[in-house]
């Protein structure tokens, strides 16, 4: 904190009791004196001890913590969902079924790990939600309110007062005008990443996997668009996220500039969660770098590639199946199975066909057997799924190691999963997954 360290910003949060405000770590205000600081886990933690948030270092918008990504329990698993927005849309009871425990575990486990329960950890989400709303968008304060997953207009405005210390006019007030976008241009968004980011190589891995229909990577090296379609709980959306040129940003970290155009704001929240695990933002290269830049084999590659990705997958489910089937089958899938978008946008026209619709489409083979047991939640691979639970269930549908070693890697963002056979060195875990995309953009790997 002292020395305003970026690498902390998500970890951890400090508040000063004498100002009533929290911060990140590398927050550029003075730094205060120790006694009157407190440390808390999460942002709800220091939320729900009845500090508010810094306007200047606005904690509420770091990185999320790599934790929640890399672990593979009930507390990782649950922050996993709540960040998708189960709590907003099914309560505790709803995140506790997913998770196969009580609500009082739940409730119990994340208190006492985090400071704070799934209620306060959601409402944290809604209210950060509701800020980027209200300073971006120039959508009606009451249509923010239930956006942003609020049951009440009152609730709404007393969790914002509560947070901010500021109602949600003022709180629009401050964001300059110019920023904010009607509905129909989207919502602009700046998705935070911690220290150094390749984005390169994600973007390459982009637009070689593109399905047409679903997905299309224009511009040039350095500039590209990524676009796609995504199916959404409340409706559907289309994201945009672009690349950034020039030298990947070292330090405190950067954001990806994206926009998204959501036929419902209630998905805004997990239309998010879902971009940030696809492009791996919430990982913490530091602690991944320092690792695999120890082995003598991975070094020159890490210190080559700084801050190289794994990754992950907007919808699970359809990763799934086009590691099945592949990329041009999976575009014959979209053309006839895939629900047509109410209104294209250029060459993004259908979404990816659901499981249900692939099972009665396709009942034979593999690819039946796969999306008739997704479809019937025989195999999970939603954001609080068990890792080891669905790489056997995905097993025992006849799929090859190595498909499955993939869904596992990309559509459950596991950081340390490797293809069958493959000898790795004991010292690359936890990040094997990781240390698989360095030998592959050397050209060591397929």
């Not at 998708?84 to 208190?111: I, M, N, P, W």
């Not at 090296?221 to 409340?234: A, C, D, E, K, S």
């Not at 990947?248 to 926009?259: N, S, Y």
């Amino acid at each position: 904190m002292r020395s305003r360290d970026g690498r902390f910003d998500g970890v951890f949060f400090f508040a000063v009791e004498t100002t009533g405000i929290y911060c990140r770590p590398s927050c550029p205000a003075r730094t205060p004196k120790r006694h009157n600081v407190r440390f808390f886990p999460t942002a709800a933690a220091a939320q729900g001890a009845g500090f508010r948030a810094c306007r200047r270092c606005r904690p509420d918008a770091v990185p999320g913590s790599a934790d929640w990504n890399a672990r593979a329990d009930v507390v990782g698993r649950a922050m996993r969902l709540i960040g998708d927005g189960v709590v907003d849309r099914e309560g505790v009871a709803g995140l506790a079924a997913r998770l196969g425990y009580s609500a009082r575990q739940v409730q119990r486990q994340l208190t006492a790990e985090l400071g704070a329960g799934p209620v306060a950890l959601a409402r944290a989400q809604r209210a950060h939600t509701a800020r980027v709303l209200l300073q971006t968008t120039a959508l009606p304060v009451t249509e923010i309110a239930f956006a942003s997953g609020f049951a009440s207009v009152r609730q709404f405005n007393d969790t914002v007062r509560a947070v901010y210390a500021a109602t949600p006019t003022a709180l629009r007030a401050a964001a300059p005008v110019r920023d904010r976008a009607t509905p129909a241009a989207g919502i602009p968004l700046r998705l935070a990443h911690r220290g150094p980011y390749q984005a390169g190589p994600v973007f390459d891995l982009l637009q070689q996997e593109a399905v047409a229909g679903v997905e299309e990577v224009t511009g040039p090296p350095g500039r590209r668009v990524y676009r796609r379609t995504l199916r959404l709980p409340y409706g559907t959306g289309i994201a945009a996220v672009e690349e950034r040129g020039g030298a990947p940003r070292t330090g405190g970290g950067g954001w990806l500039e994206a926009r998204l155009h959501l036929t419902d704001l209630r998905d805004l929240t997990t239309a998010v969660q879902r971009l940030r695990r696809l492009f791996d933002l919430d990982a913490d290269p530091y602690a991944v770098d320092e690792r695999l830049g120890a082995d003598p084999r991975l070094a020159p590659l890490v210190a080559a590639r700084p801050g190289l990705r794994s990754p992950g997958a907007a919808d699970p489910e359809e990763l799934a199946v086009r590691a099945l089937v592949g990329r041009a089958r999976a575009a014959e899938l979209v053309q006839r199975y895939g629900k047509r978008l109410d209104a294209p946008c250029g060459a993004l026209t259908h979404l990816f066909p659901e499981p249900a619709v692939l099972a009665g489409a396709e009942p034979g083979g593999r690819l039946g057997a796969l999306a008739a047991a997704l479809a019937d939640g025989a195999v999970r691979l939603d954001a609080g799924a068990d890792r080891d639970d669905a790489e056997h269930a995905l097993l025992a549908l006849g799929l090859a190691p190595a498909t499955v070693a993939a869904v596992r890697t990309r559509a459950l963002g596991d950081p340390d999963a490797a293809p069958p056979g493959t000898d790795l060195p004991g010292t690359w875990r936890p990040w094997r997954s990781y240390a698989l995309n360095h030998l592959r953009a050397a050209g060591e790997l397929e």
